[in-house]
């Protein structure tokens, strides 16, 4: 990771500037996806999916069955750790709900905010290389609190077919039954539209890559809601001399193995911690299943050295 | 307004289409305001007013002499009626404030939200026939009662260069300071990158016109955060066969005046009801100054005859 030492805040923005999120070049291809999934449905998502999955289905819903047979896939060891992982999060949410508060403007007239639950939403739930169970955890478990009626689970197959047993498990754990064999793009304008076998919903959550973010903006301008659009994934660390270099390089190292395109910013008073994490993560790095992707975002990533808290505070911010 | 008796909820959906919000013929348009604003800054900004406001700046910043002039120029009657939608939209907000809320998930793991204001913001007011000093008050409080330390206020000017006293008047009341004559695209262009008299800001909030709306979808997919693309208005009014069909016109009107794509929704248990409805609005319709916008937008709208009041709570869901 570059060292950055004797800053300016003059040229701040250069230092501090994010890899592109704009991705207009793929205006034609998302719109053209969207408009077979709107026009052809289900078939339209079959076809999508042997091209981008290689797979072909014959049912996008998953069966009873296969969410059954999923809890005999998963470990003790990980069932436990996500059952702890729910409770945390139930706990937390479960804390926001708030009372509507009513406030007599002038004598007789009563103004309040209420919320209420959406009726169906759509979480979408990246494939691939890590199965982001905590992700079904973390969208499915403030839906469930809330009380949204209908909830939705769009995530991608493997090339057999299958989903990953954990990401199953968790969904039942938390109580969603529809899940749809469907990533990328296809699956967010399904979400949006409507297929035979996916129910139109309301407002769209979760994470994705840049097809399924741009997807995401794309079915927002024409009235589906989303939560936002999942930018790459980014951390900052602030730490002085006394900080321990092994935790921040995993913590840096966590958010950089997401993507090539992340971008993760220690910020620092210290030359030495810098250089201690530097090496850290050097060896943390040999350890790494995804080290590929990991080294390639820390090219986009920096050490600044700042040369007081003040300093550290005032980076951080900008 | 159309009366719709009979209703199936199977084609629901037909009869309660919203009028198009899609506006992606003005994408070209709107993408070379931006690009002329990022380019040119200031000079851009007065091109772009003398094109579309028909008037030629020197200087685009209010003044703190026009500022105080405004004082001059708005009644006391109108002052009067300011102050107290000020007291009341301050007590109202004052009471969202919410203390942050620790949680102690695991002995020792604290989690918490807290909300913190945005440093920048920017207010657009819309100028036209009719000066939107409500939404300085409704946009400005929250944001002052927030703690935002910069808010920026475009609006654009007349045809003589002045914005409406009643603006000023009563932005300098909210304590908002930078105002700036600018409208359209270009104003929501110079708060997203900034120009030499236009600071850039972090949100943009504020209602407009569909060029407005398209451009605060654009600089949103380029990272500045925007409140929402405010559609056209809308509002639905439910009424039994007690309901005082005067007060029902007053009100349907009051949103249909806004735009000729806005749309207003009566629905009722009554015929009776939406016949005197009907009636109502004809008469307030001659009084009304913004008539031919309203009449436009009622050949949208229509009055929905249901059954009982449990079907007008499923229509009015839908």
């Avoid at 209908?150 to 498990?169: F, K, S």
Wanted: proline letters at 4%; aromatic letters at 4%; hydrophobic letters at 40%.
């Amino acid at each position: 990771m570059e060292i950055i030492e004797n800053i300016s805040f003059d040229n701040l923005d250069v230092i501090l500037k994010r890899p592109g999120i704009e991705a207009e070049h793929l205006d034609g291809t998302i719109k053209n996806i969207i408009q077979r999934v709107m026009t052809s449905g289900d078939e339209a998502l079959k076809e999508l999916t042997k091209k981008f999955d290689q797979v072909i289905l014959d049912d996008l819903l998953v069966s009873r069955q296969e969410i059954e047979a999923s809890s005999l896939n998963v470990s003790t060891q990980q069932k436990t750790a996500i059952r702890k992982a729910q409770a945390n999060i139930e706990l937390f949410h479960s804390r926001q709900k708030k009372e509507t508060l009513k406030v007599e403007t002038m004598p007789g007239v009563n103004c309040w905010r209420k919320s209420v639950p959406i009726q169906k939403v759509g979480l979408y739930i990246p494939g691939g290389t890590a199965p982001l169970f905590s992700t079904v955890l973390m969208l499915g478990i403030p839906a469930k609190i809330a009380g949204c009626k209908e909830i939705v689970l769009c995530t991608p197959p493997d090339i057999n077919g299958d989903i990953h047993p954990a990401i199953l498990y968790t969904a039942q754990l938390v109580g969603i039954d529809t899940i749809i064999k469907v990533g990328g793009a296809q699956a967010i304008a399904a979400l949006a539209y409507g297929t035979e076998s996916v129910p139109r919903v309301d407002k769209i959550f979760g994470p994705g890559n840049q097809y399924v973010t741009k997807a995401k903006q794309m079915v927002n301008l024409s009235g589906t809601a989303i939560d936002m659009p999942a930018g790459p994934s980014e951390v900052a660390v602030i730490a002085d001399g006394a900080a321990d270099a092994e935790f921040i390089a995993a913590d840096l190292l966590s958010q950089a193995e997401h993507g090539e395109d992340s971008q993760v910013i220690l910020i620092s008073t210290s030359h030495e911690l810098v250089t201690k994490v530097n090496s850290a993560m050097d060896e943390q790095l040999k350890l790494l299943p995804r080290k590929e992707v990991a080294i390639n975002c820390l090219s986009n990533s920096k050490a600044i050295l700042a040369s007081d808290m003040q300093e550290v505070i005032a980076i951080s911010n900008a």
